[in-house]
Every structure is written in structure tokens, then in C-alpha cells.
């Protein structure tokens, strides 16, 4: 059972432009998120996270929206740039565990 | 550089063999995670230590199995290995106990079994 699916296994944009990355849901009791990126041969790096209590946070180029009556996410990327090129993975927890369940990650490639 | 080590780096063995991985977290983090990433999977939460006692697991197989140490490195035993269990084995750490303390991935351990 995938509690946390994105259902796009790959994202193309070009230098400058909005890269768009979704994430869904499907257990309520998740209050937190978070969004890892990951290169080839290194393990994942946090990007950023999301309280069940926000809608939006944004640091820097990256924001995450959160609609939790649709239970679904994104995390926004503006402007791209080449460097952004790498896997994505939408993450979920219930704050009182330390377990993060993941999608299947996105990977994302940005063309200069 | 996470500040998440993992050894060894690549690691081939063969079906039936028994195989140990080990992790160090970052100084001053005391809950350390194992995930694994197979090749048709995402990353799949195995286990939890915090400070030395089991804190949460998820589908760790009966066959696999971990411990965290008085000086926090954790080292996740693998047993009985199947061809299936061939995938790439992270360690990550965290501060906290709790999911929204950000955890730190170390590199990965690529286990082939053959």
C-alpha cells in the first residue's frame, strides 16, 4: 500500500522557468513533510518540510504548498537552473514517530 | 559532506551469506535510521534507534537486524541473503526521536548479492 505516491516519475524544464513537483497522500494522521533531493551515488539531502499547520513554506527558490483536504503537496522550483537536475522525494511522518514514508521520488532535469 | 558515515562503500556477496553494515551518525545526533532503496522501490524505512534502544520499525525483514552501540553507530546484520536483497542500504541521523527533526543521510552501502 503507497501512502505517499508521485506520480510523476520524471519532470523536464527548461533554465528559468517553474519546475512543478506533486506528491500525494493518503494517511490522514501524517502532520509532517518533507522534500529530499538526491544525486547519483549520494544518499538524499533535505530540501524542505511542511507543518500539517501551514499551507505554504518557502526558503529561498523553494516553496511547498500543502492542501491537506486534497491531500496533496508540491514543491515549487523558481527559477530552475541545471544544477536542480536530480531525483526528488516527497516524504511523510507523524511527528510523534521518527519514521519517514517515501515516494517513489521524481527526477527532474533541467536543460540550460 | 552530511556528516553521516557509512562503510563499507560496495559490498558483493552470495546468496545464503550473512553480511554487516555500519554507520556513524553525526556528532551529537542520537536517533540513527536504516532505509532501503531497491531498484523497483522508493526508500523504504527498515528501523529506528534512539540512544540505544529500538525506536520504531517499519517492514524490516526477520532475517535483518540492528543495534545501536553506547557510542551511537549502528550496525544493521543481514542474514541468509537472498537475491532480493541486492539494493542500495542508507543510514540516516537525527537530533530528535521525532519525524520533524530533519534527518541526515549518509552516502549508501551497495550490497550485490550474487
Known amino acids: 500500500d503507497q501512502q505517499v505516491k508521485q506520480n510523476s516519475p520524471s519532470l523536464s524544464v527548461q533554465e528559468g522557468r517553474i519546475s512543478i513537483l506533486n506528491c500525494d497522500y493518503t494517511n490522514s494522521m501524517f502532520d509532517y513533510f518533507l522534500w529530499y533531493k538526491k544525486y547519483p551515488a549520494e544518499g538524499p539531502t533535505f530540501l524542505i518540510s511542511i507543518s500539517s499547520i501551514k499551507d505554504k513554506n518557502e526558503d529561498g527558490r523553494f516553496t511547498v504548498f500543502l492542501n491537506k483536504s486534497a491531500k496533496h503537496l508540491s514543491l515549487h522550483i523558481v527559477p530552475s537552473q541545471p544544477g536542480d537536475s536530480a531525483v526528488y522525494f516527497c516524504a511523510a511522518t507523524s511527528s510523534n514517530t521518527g519514521k519517514l514514508i517515501f515516494g517513489q521520488g521524481t527526477t527532474l532535469q533541467v536543460k540550460p | 559532506d552530511s556528516g553521516v558515515t557509512q562503510t563499507p562503500k560496495h559490498l558483493i556477496t552470495a546468496t545464503g551469506q550473512r553480511v554487516t553494515l555500519r554507520c556513524s551518525p553525526r556528532s551529537g545526533d542520537l536517533s540513527v535510521y536504516w532505509y532501503q532503496q531497491s531498484l523497483d522501490q522508493g526508500l523504504q524505512f527498515l528501523i529506528q534507534?534512539?540512544?540505544?534502544?529500538?525506536?520504531a520499525k517499519g517492514n524490516i525483514l526477520e532475517r535483518f537486524s540492528a543495534q545501536q552501540f553506547p557510542d551511537l553507530h549502528s550496525e544493521l546484520n543481514l542474514s541468509s541473503l537472498e537475491l532480493g536483497d541486492s539494493a542500495l542500504y542508507f543510514c540516516a541521523s537525527s537530533v530528535g526521536r521525532l519525524g520533524n527533526n530533519e534527518q541526515f543521510f549518509g552516502p549508501g552501502t551497495r550490497l550485490t548479492v550474487l
Open positions: 534507534y534512539y540512544n540505544g534502544e529500538e525506536r
